[in-house]
């Protein structure tokens, strides 16, 4: 009878060590949720994020998708691009999967919807590639960061290729990336001492389709003004660039002065050869030994080259790689000391989190539409990097 208790507490005792080993064995997986509008208006942006942060952790890993011994799971949700599905799938992300760290967002809504829940779970969430200043500005928590520009950085950028005078008028759309890419602009326009003057702002629906209201409004009040007259468009999604055109707002001596966008969308631009801009990111700009491996990968694998938000991925890739790397941890506050300065390796070269408000500080590029194109994607022409350091944007959170 000993003997026989004896053999069931040796196979009580190795089945609960099996459970434990098994149990052990799942904690090691580094749990990273990955938030994107992957249905709805921001679409083509999400799955680009996707796909750049999955080759980048590709990339730094070597292709053994593991960090300091422990195996990555990427937990992928889609949060449709609206605030109150983005602010659920966080929760559920650090409460029912218990992710170690969060990157998301598309929409800058739903981005800034998500800033709490971080706070309140005490979980890192770096913010990619939504824009809106307000991210690490009036609704930033220490808990959040940011590898993507903010409006801010589109704004100084777009100011820096504006060098005479004469009159802007912008059309944006009416949500948080609209509104404070707006302000963010006329900001820069101060900031920079550009001599134009800005004598209208038109807000319209993220869904508008008919453009011609608010086009002869710009028109009426932009044809009288000083030259040169420019006009400004702050769009994400499918670019209101080509209908502004068609109602040849060159007859009024306006040109048409459009934020970068995602390859399909400028590859429908080729009739503007000589407009000017400034862009996140261009895949033949950088010159550096990662972005050689993603132009060259990303164009075997997908018959493209990678695009604006595809290098956005990989930079938040790179940001969690390398701090996870350096903390030797993913505690929040081993994590936060690791981050705050933190200098990482991106396709656009290197970024750095700023101490007082986790904001990636990072070139950009002034380009201009080529007039002749040797294919598909042979879009722009860089007329200069423009570095970080002539980017003074100003911290607005209040830490």
């Known amino acids: 009878m000993q003997q026989k208790n004896r053999f069931k507490l040796v196979c009580l005792s190795l089945a609960l060590s099996s459970v434990f080993a098994s149990a052990s064995s799942l904690a090691q997986d580094l749990k990273i949720a990955l938030i994107a509008g992957k249905t709805g208006a921001l679409e083509a942006y999400a799955k680009e994020t996707e796909t750049g942060f999955m080759?980048?952790?590709?990339?730094?890993?070597?292709?053994?998708?593991?960090?300091?011994?422990?195996?990555i799971k990427v937990i992928v949700k889609d949060d449709q691009g609206k605030p109150d599905i983005g602010r659920t799938m966080l929760a559920e992300a650090f409460g029912d999967d218990k992710a170690d760290i969060a990157v998301g967002t598309t929409s800058s809504g739903s981005a800034i919807?998500?800033?709490?829940?971080?706070?309140?779970?005490?979980?890192?969430l770096i913010v990619e590639p939504a824009v809106a200043d307000a991210i690490t500005g009036e609704k930033w928590n220490r808990y959040i960061f940011r590898t993507s520009r903010n409006s801010t950085q589109d704004g100084l950028a777009g100011a820096s290729t504006i060098k005479a005078g004469g009159s802007i008028a912008f059309l944006a759309q009416d949500y948080a990336f609209g509104r404070e890419g707006v302000k963010a602009a006329k900001d820069a326009l101060s900031t920079v001492g550009a001599k134009a003057k800005v004598v209208h702002e038109e807000y319209a629906a993220q869904n508008t389709t008919d453009f011609t209201a608010a086009a002869q409004r710009i028109f009426d009040v932009l044809k009288d003004k000083p030259e040169p007259r420019v006009l400004q468009i702050i769009w994400a999604g499918a670019s209101p660039m080509n209908?502004?055109?068609?109602?040849?707002?060159?007859?009024?001596?306006?040109?048409?002065?459009?934020?970068?966008n995602i390859l399909p969308i400028m590859k429908n631009w080729k009739t503007y050869a000589g407009t000017q801009g400034a862009i996140y990111y261009y895949y033949d700009f950088p010159k550096n030994k990662i972005n050689d491996w993603f132009v060259a990968e990303h164009n075997k694998r997908y018959k493209a080259?990678?695009?604006?938000?595809?290098?956005?991925?990989?930079?938040?890739?790179?940001?969690?790689?390398?701090?996870?790397?350096?903390?030797?941890?993913?505690?929040?506050?081993?994590?936060?000391?690791?981050?705050?300065?933190?200098?990482?390796?991106?396709?656009?070269?290197?970024?750095?989190?700023?101490?007082?408000?986790?904001?990636?500080?990072?070139?950009?590029?002034?380009?201009?539409?080529?007039?002749?194109?040797?294919?598909?994607?042979?879009?722009l022409e860089l007329v200069r990097e423009i570095p970080a350091s002539e980017l003074p944007v100003p911290v607005k959170n209040k830490r």
């Open 243 to 260: 209908k502004l055109a068609d109602m040849k707002p060159e007859r009024f001596g306006i040109t048409l002065a459009p934020g970068g």
């Open 113 to 124: 919807a998500m800033l709490p829940v971080a706070e309140e779970y005490k979980k890192i």
């Open 55 to 71: 080759m980048g952790l590709e990339y730094l890993t070597g292709g053994k998708m593991e960090i300091n011994g422990r195996k």
């Open 305 to 379: 080259p990678p695009d604006f938000f595809t290098a956005g991925g990989f930079a938040a890739a790179s940001a969690v790689y390398t701090a996870i790397s350096k903390a030797k941890s993913t505690d929040t506050e081993k994590l936060i000391t690791a981050m705050e300065g933190m200098e990482f390796d991106t396709p656009k070269g290197k970024m750095n989190f700023r101490k007082e408000d986790h904001q990636a500080m990072q070139a950009m590029y002034h380009f201009k539409i080529k007039k002749d194109q040797k294919n598909e994607w042979d879009l």
